[in-house]
């Protein structure tokens, strides 16, 4: 995506995704389920933009078998890699005037 085209969408991202991506996400608690081969797949979901995440835990000893595996919200990946400190910028620079206004 070209430069342009990324900054038009940031101009549009929703205003809980402009936070998560200033501040990080604020993982909360969301639900544990059993797995196969006495395992645990705890799930943590983002109480700002609805994010989850999980990891496999074995129930017995509570070893991290696999870490964190995240579930993108609709919307929330922006295509062309990783964004410079311009586009880094302007999240934040978005994300403060929507709460300041």
């Not at 919200?73 to 934040?92: C, F, P, S």
């Amino acid at each position: 995506m070209a430069e342009s085209s990324r900054r038009r969408l940031l101009a549009t991202y929703p205003a809980e995704y402009l936070v998560c991506r200033d501040l990080t996400h604020s993982w909360r608690p969301y639900a544990v389920e059993n797995e196969d081969g006495g395992l645990w797949r705890q799930v943590v979901i983002c109480a700002s933009c609805g994010q989850l995440k999980d990891r496999l835990i074995r129930r017995r000893t509570g070893a991290v078998i696999r870490n964190w595996a995240i579930r993108y919200v609709k919307g929330y990946q922006i295509a062309g890699g990783l964004l410079d400190a311009d586009e880094r910028n302007e999240i934040r620079r978005l994300a403060i005037s929507q709460v300041s206004s």
